[in-house]
């Protein structure tokens, strides 16, 4: 069955460095998420990204967050100067042109010292 | 944000029994709900959905049930079972290919 992978499983960081997460979303999905839980909390939506745009940005995805879709298989998440707040993991998600069930990655754990 | 929400931070059921996990909302927009289990240190596994356009929706040992006039929706295991313990997670979406508000999650446990 497929799924959507992610790699790093975790990353440590110092504050201020900047990271790059990666996700291979489902190979026939069109939609695009990032999504983080930070220890205790809800899961909090970031940012969603159809037709090689963000179609959609939360609050918390300010000017140091990006995404970009390299290639035809790759979604990144790159965060520019990382704070201590953003530890948190950070999960992928797909879905397909009907654009109604969301798939999940397994999460990148993010620590940042 | 509180647009979902799960008042029930766990539930502990014996294996056999039925699980109720319940879910409210606030947003009169939202038109898709799912629910998620999820288990530490993994992503959020997708189980079942349903439309408002519907009040019911079954799948083997789940059921989704939704009250608009309430906003509520609940989950439905029957018969439980040890595997199914994980956090439950409602989330609501608005319009197609649209965020996913979630709710806190409760905590399942399924006795033997």
């Known amino acids: 069955e497929p799924e959507v992978t992610q790699t790093p499983s975790h990353q440590v960081t110092q504050m201020g460095q900047e990271v790059i997460l990666r996700c291979v979303p489902i190979?026939?999905?069109?939609?695009f998420y990032w999504y983080r839980q930070i220890l205790g909390q809800k899961v909090e939506f970031l940012v969603s990204?159809?037709?090689?745009?963000?179609?959609?940005k939360s609050e918390i995805f300010d000017d140091q967050f990006s995404v970009e879709r390299p290639d035809g298989s790759n979604f990144t998440l790159k965060i520019r100067s990382t704070k201590l707040e953003d530890s948190a993991m950070y999960f992928c998600?797909?879905?397909?042109?009907?654009?109604?069930?969301?798939?999940f990655g397994p999460g990148t754990r993010l620590l940042v010292l | 944000d509180q647009q979902v929400k799960q008042n029930s931070p766990s539930l502990s059921v014996q294996e056999g029994r039925i699980s109720i996990l319940n879910c409210d909302y606030t947003?009169?927009?939202?038109?898709?709900f799912l629910w998620y289990k999820k288990y530490p240190a993994e992503g959020p596994t997708f189980l079942i959905s349903?439309?408002?356009?519907?009040d019911k929706n079954e799948d083997g040992r789940f059921t989704v049930f939704l009250n608009k006039s309430a906003k509520h929706l609940s989950l439905h295991i029957v018969p439980s079972q040890p595997g199914d313990s994980a956090v439950y997670f409602c989330?609501?979406?608005?319009?197609?290919?649209?965020?996913?508000?979630f709710g806190q999650g409760t905590e399942l446990s399924v006795k033997p």
């Open positions: 989330a609501a979406s608005t319009l197609e290919g649209g965020k996913l508000i």
């Open positions: 349903i439309s408002s356009i519907k």
């Open positions: 998600a797909s879905s397909d042109e009907k654009a109604e069930t969301q798939y």
């Open positions: 990204f159809y037709n090689n745009e963000i179609s959609e």
């Open positions: 190979s026939n999905h069109l939609y």
């Open positions: 947003n009169s927009m939202f038109d898709y």
